[in-house]
């Protein structure tokens, strides 16, 4: 029974400790932040003030009945004598001049920076007045009624840091039993002369126990309300600012972004979808959309399929219709929506974007005008043309191609070789197209094609790659010759130059004529646009998009045409002597509308006192025409390009300059090789001929050309001409 009697002890001592720590220990730092301390030294010093005016009137009231009671002897002080009851008037007055000062203090910077210690001074102004008083007297003075009233009027009126409490009260009673212990004094009761008894020390302790537990109650209510209070305000302001930054996302949006209710009504839509529609507001689409499906959509069944699609996949994209606008007008949109439900799954509405899409649709329908027109000039040509992806895979080809392997194109494309010619040939092509696609150069070779009657036809591929709009490599383009009725003369070279000049020839015939001849269509068409015809409805910038490509593939065929000519014949020169300054004015005055179209700034800095050289002059204009557009083409505008000439030896030394992006060194040793495209050129169409040209030009004259780059400092390409 001890054993249990100890543990259960021990058990309860345990508790009791846990909750000491937790109902008493002190916060930590990181706990009670400064904004809360600060907050509670204001509100401590601003009950001090109220607590001060009661203690005031409190004191005055007593003062009051003393001064009453020397006039008019009040029974219940009969029993002290006249002398002491002076002395106890005198001590209330200096105690009412004590909390005087303590207001005066209370109004200074001292009193509002440090109401704790102003605190325990108001404090300790009353309590030990009369305490001294007494000892001075030679006697004990146990004011309970004066305690009692200090300690619970600061506990209701200043119910914060109870520390202070505490000091104010064991200071006043530490003083009284001590003080008086230690100097034998007593009470003035003849029947309790002595200084405590057990009843006393209970009142006392429990008293002041309930005033602190209540202080420190209230105090803990406090600072738990405090952080509850900071972290609401915390949540709203952040809920503030994610609904301002979501209402700003929501307010300019490229999108249109909406709600649409089941029963075909608008809840929500957005400044940019009010646009789309042709309204003015938001506001305006939500009134004027009852019927989505009969007010909206140009074939009201979409609505239908919209409601469908959600239903069966839960979200929709892409979803691409042709609606109403408020003026009557047709337009496409594409919608991105899903459905919104409750937590029981009840349909509450339809959320998502809508984007306007018609001149995406314009677009690809010219484009798609574009390709039609390609592929009827491809198909026109009567040599084989194919062109395969980087998997060797068969993206499409022309007529030729198709009768030669006797199959339709839905039979060749996405094919490769080994699913149309045998294994022997087909790893031979196979290893031909992976050296091409890694070299990235034009390929020719000789080999032969089994036909479709089973034949096999002596054949020439010319092979070239291309790239995509993002410089990646695309694939490759490739042109079938058919030599077998030359195969007597092969080794003859006349013979070959023949063949060459029989592929040129149907290349300017059947894709040159027909590129020109639209050519000319399409600029008469926009000829008559210029002065207000109205002879036909399409946008102007729709021409001059199908002018613009129409002008690059005649270019891209007359520079093939010519480099190949240039290489099969040798480039021939009408030299006479001239000056090179008039052939740089010349070029330059050319390039004036391309010059201010891209904002480039052309600095010429060759003179008119150079010698003489002996050159054709329409080449070396070529030279610097296709030096200085090159530059324009493949940097940002306001680019500035230098143009100079000095005389270095026998030779003049030319050099064109300009401050762009720069060469790497690997693309340095390729720039002048026949059909090289750089990888920042992904946004050129030419087919890497100019500069080609320009060293065939250079050479045939006796000099040399060559490039010097710096990605930080642009590029200078150079070339030297002799003197005549």
Same mark, same amino acid.
């Given at each position: 029974?001890?054993?249990?009697?100890?543990?259960?002890?021990?058990?309860?001592?345990?508790? +009791?400790?846990?909750?000491?720590?937790?109902?008493? %220990?002190?916060?930590?730092?990181?706990?009670?932040?400064? *904004?809360?301390?600060?907050?509670?030294?204001?509100?401590?010093?601003?009950?001090?003030?109220?607590?001060?005016?009661?203690?005031?009137?409190?004191?005055?009231?007593?003062?009051?009945?003393?001064?009453?009671?020397?006039?008019?002897?009040?029974?219940?002080?009969?029993?002290?004598?006249?002398?002491?009851?002076?002395?106890?008037?005198?001590?209330?007055?200096?105690?009412?001049?004590?909390? +005087?000062?303590?207001?005066?203090?209370?109004?200074?910077? +001292?009193?509002?920076?440090?109401?704790?210690?102003?605190?325990?001074?108001?404090?300790?102004?009353?309590?030990?007045?009369?305490?001294?008083?007494?000892?001075?007297?030679?006697?004990?003075?146990?004011?309970?009624?004066?305690?009692?009233?200090?300690?619970?009027?600061?506990?209701?009126?200043?119910?914060?840091?109870?520390?202070?409490?505490?000091?104010?009260?064991?200071?006043?009673?530490?003083?009284?039993?001590?003080?008086?212990?230690?100097?034998?004094?007593?009470?003035?009761?003849?029947?309790?002369?002595?200084?405590?008894?057990?009843?006393?020390?209970?009142?006392?302790?429990?008293?002041?126990?309930?005033?602190?537990?209540?202080?420190?109650?209230?105090?803990?209510?406090?600072?738990?309300?405090?952080?509850?209070?900071?972290?609401?305000?915390?949540?709203?302001?952040?809920?503030?600012?994610?609904?301002?930054?979501?209402?700003?996302?929501?307010?300019?949006?490229?999108?249109?972004?909406?709600?649409?209710?089941?029963?075909?009504?608008?809840?929500?839509?957005?400044?940019?979808?009010?646009?789309?529609?042709?309204?003015?507001?938001?506001?305006?689409?939500?009134?004027?959309?009852?019927?989505?499906?009969?007010?909206?959509?140009?074939?009201?069944?979409?609505?239908?399929? +919209?409601?469908?699609?959600?239903?069966?996949?839960?979200?929709?994209?892409?979803?691409?219709? @042709?609606?109403?606008?408020?003026?009557?007008?047709?337009?496409?949109?594409?919608?991105?929506?899903?459905?919104?439900?409750?937590?029981?799954?009840?349909?509450?509405?339809?959320?998502?974007?809508?984007?306007?899409?018609?001149?995406?649709?314009?677009?690809?329908?010219?484009?798609?005008?574009?390709?039609?027109?390609?592929?009827?000039?491809?198909?026109?040509?009567?040599?084989?043309?194919?062109?395969?992806?980087?998997?060797?895979?068969?993206?499409?080809?022309?007529?030729?191609?198709?009768?030669?392997?006797?199959?339709?194109?839905?039979?060749?494309?996405?094919?490769?070789?080994?699913?149309?010619?045998?294994?022997?040939?087909?790893?031979?092509?196979?290893?031909?197209?992976?050296?091409?696609?890694?070299?990235?150069?034009? @390929?020719?070779?000789? %080999?032969?094609?089994?036909?479709?009657?089973?034949?096999?036809?002596?054949?020439?591929?010319?092979?070239?790659?291309?790239?995509?709009?993002?410089?990646?490599?695309?694939?490759?383009?490739?042109?079938?010759?058919?030599?077998?009725?030359?195969?007597?003369?092969?080794?003859?070279?006349?013979?070959?130059?023949?063949?060459?000049?029989?592929?040129?020839?149907?290349?300017?015939?059947?894709?040159?004529?027909?590129?020109?001849?639209?050519?000319?269509?399409?600029?008469?068409?926009?000829?008559?646009?210029?002065?207000?015809?109205?002879?036909?409805?399409?946008?102007?910038?729709?021409?001059?998009?199908?002018? @613009?490509?129409?002008?690059?593939?005649?270019?891209?065929?007359?520079?093939?045409?010519?480099?190949?000519?240039? *290489?099969? @014949?040798?480039?021939?020169?009408?030299?006479?002597?001239?000056?090179?300054?008039?052939?740089?004015?010349?070029?330059?005055?050319?390039?004036?509308?391309?010059?201010?179209?891209?904002?480039?700034?052309?600095?010429?800095?060759?003179?008119?006192?150079?010698?003489?050289?002996?050159?054709?002059?329409?080449?070396?204009?070529?030279?610097?025409?296709?030096?200085?557009?090159?530059?324009?083409?493949?940097?940002?505008?306001?680019?500035?390009?230098?143009?100079?000439?000095?005389?270095?030896?026998?030779?003049?030394?030319?050099?064109?300059?300009?401050?762009?992006?720069?060469?790497?060194? *690997?693309? %340095?040793?390729?720039?002048?090789?026949?059909?090289?495209?750089?990888?920042?050129?992904?946004?050129?169409?030419?087919?890497?001929?100019?500069?080609?040209?320009?060293?065939?030009?250079?050479?045939?004259?006796?000099?040399?050309?060559?490039?010097?780059?710096?990605?930080?400092?642009?590029?200078?390409?150079?070339?030297?001409?002799?003197?005549?």
């Amino acid at each position: 029974m001890v054993k249990v009697g100890k543990t259960l002890m021990a058990n309860l001592l345990q508790k +009791f400790g846990t909750w000491w720590k937790q109902a008493f %220990s002190t916060p930590k730092i990181d706990i009670i932040t400064a *904004e809360y301390q600060s907050w509670r030294s204001q509100f401590l010093w601003q009950r001090l003030r109220l607590w001060l005016w009661l203690a005031f009137i409190c004191l005055l009231t007593f003062t009051v009945r003393d001064i009453y009671d020397l006039f008019f002897s009040l029974k219940e002080l009969a029993q002290l004598p006249r002398i002491l009851r002076i002395q106890g008037l005198a001590i209330n007055v200096s105690m009412l001049l004590s909390l +005087f000062t303590c207001f005066s203090l209370h109004k200074t910077r +001292f009193g509002h920076r440090h109401p704790g210690r102003l605190f325990l001074g108001t404090s300790w102004s009353v309590s030990f007045a009369t305490q001294l008083f007494a000892t001075i007297k030679g006697f004990a003075l146990p004011d309970i009624i004066g305690w009692s009233l200090l300690f619970l009027s600061q506990a209701i009126f200043m119910p914060v840091r109870w520390p202070l409490h505490l000091i104010s009260q064991v200071s006043i009673l530490a003083y009284y039993f001590i003080v008086n212990t230690a100097l034998g004094l007593k009470t003035l009761k003849p029947e309790h002369p002595e200084l405590y008894n057990v009843t006393f020390i209970l009142y006392i302790f429990w008293f002041c126990v309930i005033c602190d537990l209540g202080v420190y109650l209230y105090d803990r209510l406090q600072r738990s309300e405090f952080y509850t209070r900071k972290e609401l305000e915390s949540a709203n302001r952040k809920l503030v600012v994610a609904e301002a930054k979501y209402r700003s996302i929501f307010e300019n949006a490229i999108e249109g972004i909406f709600q649409s209710s089941p029963d075909g009504r608008y809840i929500t839509a957005n400044p940019a979808l009010a646009k789309i529609y042709g309204y003015l507001s938001s506001e305006e689409v939500t009134a004027n959309f009852t019927d989505i499906e009969n007010q909206l959509y140009v074939d009201p069944t979409r609505r239908a399929d +919209f409601v469908r699609l959600i239903e069966k996949y839960g979200i929709i994209s892409e979803f691409e219709s @042709q609606i109403y606008r408020q003026d009557g007008s047709i337009v496409w949109i594409s919608e991105k929506a899903y459905a919104v439900r409750d937590s029981a799954g009840k349909l509450l509405y339809y959320e998502g974007l809508i984007e306007d899409i018609t001149q995406r649709k314009k677009a690809e329908e010219a484009l798609q005008e574009q390709l039609d027109f390609l592929q009827v000039l491809i198909d026109t040509i009567p040599t084989p043309v194919f062109y395969k992806n980087p998997q060797g895979l068969y993206l499409g080809c022309n007529k030729a191609f198709e009768t030669v392997l006797g199959l339709g194109k839905e039979q060749i494309l996405g094919k490769s070789d080994y699913d149309l010619a045998p294994k022997e040939l087909a790893d031979q092509y196979y290893h031909a197209d992976m050296t091409l696609l890694e070299q990235q150069q034009v @390929q020719t070779y000789e %080999s032969f094609l089994v036909f479709a009657d089973q034949t096999k036809h002596d054949v020439i591929f010319y092979k070239a790659t291309f790239s995509k709009v993002d410089g990646s490599l695309g694939g490759l383009v490739g042109v079938i010759l058919d030599i077998s009725e030359l195969q007597a003369a092969l080794r003859d070279r006349q013979r070959t130059e023949e063949a060459l000049r029989v592929f040129f020839h149907a290349v300017s015939h059947d894709l040159r004529n027909p590129v020109l001849g639209s050519l000319m269509v399409l600029r008469n068409l926009l000829e008559n646009q210029e002065v207000g015809s109205d002879f036909i409805s399409m946008p102007r910038s729709t021409l001059e998009r199908m002018v @613009q490509s129409s002008d690059r593939q005649l270019n891209l065929i007359n520079s093939l045409m010519e480099a190949h000519v240039n *290489e099969v @014949q040798g480039l021939v020169l009408q030299r006479k002597p001239l000056q090179l300054y008039m052939v740089v004015v010349d070029a330059i005055a050319d390039l004036e509308p391309m010059l201010q179209k891209n904002q480039t700034n052309l600095i010429n800095l060759v003179t008119a006192d150079l010698p003489l050289i002996n050159a054709d002059s329409t080449q070396l204009w070529r030279v610097f025409s296709n030096l200085i557009g090159n530059a324009i083409k493949h940097n940002l505008p306001e680019l500035q390009i230098t143009i100079n000439a000095i005389v270095e030896g026998e030779k003049i030394y030319c050099t064109v300059s300009d401050n762009g992006v720069g060469i790497s060194p *690997e693309q %340095s040793q390729r720039m002048f090789d026949l059909y090289f495209r750089g990888k920042n050129n992904s946004y050129s169409l030419g087919l890497g001929l100019g500069l080609y040209l320009c060293k065939q030009i250079v050479q045939a004259h006796g000099g040399e050309i060559g490039v010097q780059s710096n990605s930080a400092t642009g590029a200078t390409f150079w070339f030297t001409l002799p003197i005549s």
